[in-house]
């Protein structure tokens, strides 16, 4: 006998019909203009146009931005939509012609482009990039800005109008069936002369496959092979009005129904979808698939909608039971799904119907914990009143007058030889086989609530309770050896692998793994990688892959990453995800022989079709939705700049440096999960690395330092796919005019030309003097001796006054060094200083000594290293100069070459040879052959960096030690000798 006798069935209620499918709607609410959507397409960005009778949407997933009459536009009420090869959008009016969209503002075509009166029904394109429409009288063409009627065509009203691959021109009437126009001639097909339901057709269509779909007001049919045969919809369909077709990514035909929901076909059998699969309402206009796989439907009173995940379906509306809380999950022998309520409903899923069991079988408001099918006319349910077993014609019950230690059952397992151990609040507890009491085991280590009984491959029990994890053997209950060490508590479920490895869920603890071969168990908690540690069911299924229930939805782990590699490959399924079931209950999982994975949760019951399962391989779009100063909304047109049409964003922008303070708004368009899109940015020339991973959709920069920079933007969606390069948009802050390079160049130039002067006005004044010296000599040669001394007491204030000069450039350069705040020109001014401070000493030491026309070098040199180091702070920064120059008498101009060359390579030791250390700067002077020396500058620091020659070039400091190297006659070279050492070679004249 089978249990329909035994067990009386309620009610049958849930069929076919009661699936719930994964759907989102948006409408007046959200900011759709109107309820009514037309149609829709996706342009290039991702994002959706959605033509309503209240005016044009585009849609990024998240928020709508509408266009209307305000804007430009012809008319509020649009009927079509085209997405040309130029990636262009044409927009269809129900009354004033066709528009379009130039980024900016909306071109009209209507009676003046030669449109006749009244609206467009449909928009075309031919191979040739020509646009076509579908009117009222006719269908045009446009051909240098005119649109013109196809002559071939009767004048009368045409609803679409379709080029194939072949570029055959279809063009369906609303009342004399489907024309077909190619190189052969015209066809035409009706209901009269083929198999075309209806002669008013509503929309043409053409599948990935070369299929034709033809869309009537009485059913569909195809043409292919040159065939036109009506397609057979399911029986029961009264009145079916085809709106439109789109094809999904498995390769699914979809059809909308006017009054009758949506169909769908995978080559085998239909779904029908309506209200009562969770559509919100069976009156559908348009149909579209996106390029990640979403159907968008538009309706009629309820706006937009989409449809998602299809792996996963649900049934929360089971008749008279709504949203019920499935607290028990089973299978039995056939691999029927069985299923109970938190009170007191119990079921069986049969050939896609829930069969409901009668109500009195236990105490109203009973929860049922779990269920074991051990055959169809056998079937024990833990609850929270005690152990019933459903039986031929009788009903069971065990509790706590039978022995139970506590009415509250949560799990019953049998052993080897027919006994059942039950698992209950108040431990565990054992019904030997074929008796009417129940045994309590009164274990010492085993106390308070068991949850979970699990019998491996190899025999051994295992138990999860609420104070760990034991073992039953030989009727003995024990603590798992080396499993309890770590603490792992509220042991909920236990499942095991096909290698034997089992796992173990922990609520609020995480998962415990663990194998005979390991040397201890290996737990998964937030620490390292489990996303949710609220476990409540454990499950492997067929493909090798750990399902975990949690209190926030359920995730699917490679079970072979945590083997090879000891780390959790995770994919989250959530509401986002298309799993609306929120909660999966204890022990909520299992999978029927066919592959479906069952799910027990808060709202009902939920199945997951992994044939159908796909990750969403497009990555978002990024795009760039504001640009703000302050923080506040800025008027880019206002203060000035050109504004990119398609991004709002102003163009080549060019900010002083006091508006400093940028905030980017930004967005990732992927329509299946928007809100699970992450971001990462940087600001090159300000950041170095990204961002950490956020899902924050703005970025804050404040007090930028003058210079060019660069935004830069990724995006991820909710499946880790991210976006391959990243947005730029690059913006420049210029700094002010004491800033600026040029600025700073011209004070040099005019000092240094000041200099110049004074020392080239002096020399000429000299030269004059020597002229009137050397005639009078001539003449007067007594007074030679008393003119040659009043000369070398010219000759000492010249280079006294030229001393002096000097000095007073060097105070002019030390006034402005302070008022200097910038790091690089500060460094500037310190060189020019430093080759000012050169020229000085040299005019010094000629007017102190008596020998006018040479110079100790020695001497000289010291003088230049003790200036420097009064200028860098050597002594603070423990850096010592060491000399080791033979005293040679050199001409002044060789003198000044020289100290130039000693002042830049000291200089540039000191401030990039140590930056953090001690250190030593030697310099030598070697004869060589004859007249011929080596002057050799080295230190002990951090050496010549790697960019070392290109940075040359740019050196003004190292151009003039070239330059002065070569007005010498000699070579320079520059080493990496622990530190660096510069040698140059040069030749004295005698």
Known sequence: MRLFALVILLVISLNAQAQQFNFRNWSLEQGLPQSQVNDIVQDHDGQLW?????????????????????DGMSSNSITCLLLDSRQRIWVGTKDKGLMLFTGSGFEVYGQAAGLPAGGVHCIAEDS???VWAATDSGVYSLAKNKFVPHTDLPSMRYNDVLFTATNELWAGSASQGVYRINAKGVSTYTASNSALPHNSINVLDQSPDGTIWIGTADGAATFRVNKLEKFELPAGIESPNVQDFTTDNYGHQWLSLHLNGVIKHDGKKFQHLTRYSGLRTDRVNCLTTDREGNIWIGTTGHGLMQYRNPWFVHYFDMGEVKEPVISALAQDTKGRVWLGTDDGYAAFMEGGVLNWLQTDLWPKGTTLHSMWVAHENDVWVCTSNGLYRLGPGKVAHYGTAQGLPSAETHQAMPLPNGDLLLATTAGLALLPVGKNFIRPLHETQLTGRVYALHRDRSGRIWIGAEKGIFRYENNVVAAAKGLNGSGFREVLTIAEDESGTLYFGGFNYGILVWHDKWKGP?????????????IKSLFVDNTNHLWVGTSRGVLKVRIDQIHDKGRLSIRTYANQEGFRGLEVSNRGITQTPDGTVWFATAKGLTMYLPDLDRRNQVYPNTILTNLMLFQKPTDWAGMGYTIDSRSGLPLNLRLPYNRNHLTFDFHG?????????????????????WSAVTDYSFATYASLDPGTYTFQLMAANSDGYWTPNPLTYTFTIVPPVWRREWFIVLLVLLATGATISVVRLREKSLVKMNTLLEQKVRH????????????????KEIHHRVKNNLQIIMSMLNLQTRRVQ?????????????????????HERLYQHEDLASIDLSAYIEDICE????????????IKIKLDIPTIMVEADTALSLG???????????????????????????????????LTVHDDGIGLPADFEERRKKSFGLQLVSSLARKLGGDIEYQNNNGTKTILFFALTS
């Open 900 to 934: 130039l060359i000693v002042n830049e390579l000291v200089s540039n030791s000191i401030k990039y040879a140590f930056p953090d250390r001690y250190g030593q700067i030697a310099i030598y002077l070697k004869p060589e052959q004859e007249n011929t020396y080596t």
């Open 822 to 842: 910038d790091p690089k020109a500060l460094e500037v001014m310190q060189s020019v200083r430093g080759r000012v401070r050169s020229m000085a000493i040299l």
């Open 50 to 70: 959605v033509a309503t009778l209240g005016g044009l949407s585009r849609f990024d997933g998240s928020t709508f931005h509408t266009y209307t009459k305000r």
């Open 669 to 689: 368009i992927s329509l299946t999960a928007p809100d699970r899109v992450r971001y990462r940015y940087r600001l090159k020339g300000h950041d170095d690395n």
């Open 780 to 795: 007067r040669t007594q007074l030679l001796e008393e003119k040659n001394r009043e000369k070398e007491i010219l000759l």
């Open 128 to 130: 040739e990039g020509v």
């Open 522 to 534: 290996k737990v998964y908690n937030a620490k390292n990688g489990l996303t949710h540690e609220g």
């Open 867 to 878: 200036g420097l180091g009064a200028t860098y702070g050597i002594r603070e920064r423990h």
